[in-house]
T-cell receptor
């Protein structure tokens, strides 16, 4: 899967609990992204990172935080999970910040259900 | 504000015929357009792209057409095969504040035998 692994693959959690999703890459790419996929919305950017300890917000960042302490790991934390955060979460990586012909490489996703 | 729109949630095509998936965008700063294919329980995978300086790009059975004046692109699959059944996402990126990939809502393509 192009050296990108997401964990866990599936998770069920209760409303109000914190949850952390992990993205691990072995490609040594500088840029990493978290997207969520929802019916009728496609893929929407939550947060992204352009280097170790360098992160920024995406389009739907409320209720989420991220951390990147190593090149290979990008963590997404739901500080207090809500039912509206039930979704499929995808991590993506890219060698460059500027999208050209190939865009990003995606992981296999984490299906999160908040009950 | 949906900058990239795929207005057809689903499309059904007979095997061997042409599949045409459409995508519209609003941001004139976009300069790269990509199509991704997604199977259930997998991540999206890159299919084909086109730069805004071109109006057509072809790769085997897949061709993408770009009409900049209409802010419209389309993906043609000829001939369609059962393995093409998937969700297809259109995505766009550009310079100056629009560098991240922005995705459309997706179109579910079903190829019928």
């Amino acid at each position: 899967d192009a050296g990108i692994t997401q964990s866990p693959r599936h998770k069920v959690t209760e409303t109000g609990t914190p949850v952390t999703l992990r993205c691990h890459q072995t490609e040594n790419h500088r840029y990493m992204y978290w997207y969520r996929q929802d019916p009728g919305h496609g893929l929407r950017l939550i947060h992204y990172s352009y280097g170790v300890k360098d992160t920024d917000k995406g389009e739907v960042s409320d209720g989420y935080s991220v951390s990147r302490s190593k090149t290979e790991d990008f963590l997404l934390t739901l500080e207090s999970a809500t039912s509206s955060q039930t979704s499929v979460y995808f991590c993506a990586i890219s060698e460059r910040g500027r999208v050209t012909n190939y865009g990003y490489t995606f992981g296999s996703g984490t299906r999160l259900t908040v009950v | 504000d949906q900058q990239v729109k795929q207005n057809s949630p689903s499309l059904s095509v007979q095997e061997g015929r042409i599949s045409i998936l459409n995508c519209d965008y609003t941001n004139s700063m976009f300069d790269y357009f990509l199509w991704y294919k997604k199977y259930p329980a997998e991540g999206p995978t890159f299919l084909i792209s086109i730069s805004s300086i071109k109006d057509k790009n072809e790769d085997g059975r897949f061709t993408v057409f770009l009409n900049k004046s209409a802010k419209h692109l389309s993906l043609h699959i000829v001939p369609s095969q059962p393995g093409d059944s998937a969700v297809y996402f259109c995505a766009a990126s550009g310079v100056q504040g629009a560098q991240k990939l922005v995705f459309g809502q997706g179109t579910r393509l079903t190829i019928n035998p």
